[in-house]
């Protein structure tokens, strides 16, 4: 049983990193427009749009 | 795409209508500058909904000369653009919207940028997420038997897991509990932050001592329950903040002023003193008090008075901030700064007004008064209660803590804005914007209606019908009346427009009196009788050619799209009135139309007094209203609700603003608001329940860490499964259904 006590540590460990990958999202504001990006990939061109670099 | 093509009330601003959006300068005074040239404009377009619309839009403006990026946010229904500055001009970026037939809305300065405090909010409740979950997956093993050593060394990892929720996520309730007790009294939050804390200090004494009683799994999941719940809150009333308080003035932020050089600057009002020379182009508000210097035109006053035939102003005649210049340019003479102006003044009453409406008190706030020292009483009985009858200081403090834990109330927490989070977007589909939550809860009270008529009864706008004429001359006539500002003249022009041009020439325009136009030497006159034809014809406005009458039209107001309705179903429960400022005659027949009581002829102060009387008899006043004059009446009302083409004033006042142009919206409103209410006490009881049958298993000592965290997440989950409920009537047929088509 205490054999696969390290399984703990990586667990958090790995829940730690979707909670920085999430605030990574938040802070990168890829939850301001929810409804447009579902849209948007029906119509996005080839040609990258302007703004997207900022 | 066809669902992309301008609504009808869209033509209306491409023909000059009420709804003409803000001019370039203005767009200029409200972009934020962002360095190196560059500005920042942002706009409330109520009409994108879909993917084609993004495309069209962003495409377009990205086109335009100037123009760095654009950017459509489709669920906020906004566009932001940057663009650079040169000095000269700014990119005619509300033209080309309009040309797309997308109707925008300016935001000023202030309303944009990113909600701060949300993203706070919502970093703690991952936070708090993230922690709970760990901490009820180790805890699963614990309850599942784990013992000795194993225990112990769980008990620990958890203790530190809860550290970051309790420090981090959980700020936001000691806060607010910290401020209630400074001001001496108490809220919900007070009983939380006791309630964590002490448990915490509870399971951390177990913890080192080797014993059972450890709550961090009830620590971490109420602050994250509790978080879910003040998170939606917040986003309701930030929604509400962008959607409603940010649609820019439709009064113009600055004025172009002349110097005696002849120079021209366009100035902030702020900045303009009385006596000052400003210029107003044609189709443009009326920026300050003044009195005409040259120029000829006619002034709409229909938001300042709700007079809905234009008034011709000339040389020496006054002209009131907030009304429009409908034909020609004028020069003025300040006579007023901004402080001083017709359109401060009314803003004035509505303070006034706002003052003498009665504070109301929100259901959780009024639950919350009684609620937390029900429990704080119950927990120190508890407490006192196992001391008297023999068992020890940790036991008893452990009984004292699991009554706090139990009775924390996350389900009274979330059973509010869960419910108004859902009517909320439930109305937003519909096309209504709720500025806060007691905004509905006041809406489901309503037990009396009050109707402005223009603009918010009628569109504004008169439709024209045929006295005499023939076909022929009605599209001579309407090919005329196009050229002329004149709202019967746009009337006229879209009713009866024709593709075939007419080759007029020497037009003229004569304030007051009507167009004329010259066509094969023959003289065409549209206009009232007595200039375009005899004094005797019949009608308001005659076509004439030469002086003999070809067409006559008479004109009545155009009813919003489901007035009709509207008066019907509200007169069965509510009591439906009309006042208006405009002539009591037009009132008194559109009254009867409808079958509803009305007064006419009444000023702003009127109005208010008359919502104060009907209040005076204990009645719950919904206003319904547009312009300047309504404002105020509005503010004293129990709750407001304006149209999205409403004055900008009257709208960021207004509790609810319907973006579409059919009045059944205010019908739509009451319904939801009134099903939110019920559903709001349906889950204030269910938490009572949950309350009633938890507090005597926990005064009696026989509540686990295992049994509270069940219970309290059941409760919640119950609360939000409820909430959710909201417009979903699977065994009713209800007089939703049609009406949810109707607005489809």
Known sequence: MTDFFFLIPVSILLGLVGLVVFLWTLRDGQYDDLEGASERILYDSDRPRRDDTV | ?????????????????????????????????????????????????????????????????????????????????????????????????????????????EATGRDAQLAALVRALAVAAFCSMNIMMLSGSVWSGANGGTREMLHWICAGLTLPALLYSGRVFYQSAWSAMRSGHTNMDVPITIGIALAFALSLYDTIFAGDQVYYDAVASLIFFLLIGRTLDHAMRERARTAVSGLARLSPAGALVLDEGGERAYLPLADIEPGRLISVAAGDRIPLDGVVIAGQSALDRSMLTGESLPEPVAHGQFAPAGALNLFGDLTMRTTADVQGSTLHRLVKLLDDAESGRTRYRLIADRAAAWYSPVVHLAAVLAFLGWMLVGSNLHDATTVAIAVLIITCPCALGLAVPMVQVVAARRLFDAGILVKDGSALERMAEVDTVVFDKTGTMTTGLSAPAVLSGSAEDLAMAASLAGLSRHPYSGSIARAFATDRPVAWTEIFEHAGLGIEARLDAQVY?????????????DGRTVFSRDGKVLAAFAFEDQLRPGAHDVARSLKVDCRVEMLSGDHPAIVGELSRKLGIASKGGLMPADKLARIAALQAEGRRVLMVGDGLNDTAAMARAHVSMAPASAADISRNRADFVFLRNDLSAVLHAMMIAREARDLVRQNLGLAVAYNAIALPVAIAGLVNPFIAAIAMSASSIIVVLNALRLGWHPFRTHRLVPMREALA
Do not use: K
């Open chain 2, 525 to 537: 006159r549209l206009g009232r009788p007595g200039w375009s034809g005899p004094l005797d014809a």
């Open chain 2, 1 to 109: 795409m066809t669902c992309c093509a301008p609504s009808p009330a869209f033509a209306e601003a491409l023909a000059g209508g009420p709804n003409r959006g803000p001019s370039d300068n203005e767009v200029r005074l409200a972009s934020r500058v962002l360095g190196d040239g560059l500005r920042q404009s942002e706009f409330s377009v109520p009409a994108i909904h879909c993917g084609a619309c993004i495309r069209t839009i962003e495409t377009a403006l990205d086109a335009l000369p100037g123009v760095v990026s654009s950017r459509v946010n489709l669920s906020s229904r906004r566009v932001t653009v940057r663009w650079r500055d040169d000095g000269v001009v700014a990119p005619p970026l509300v033209r080309r919207l309009v040309e797309l037939g997308y109707e925008p809305n300016l935001f000023s300065l």
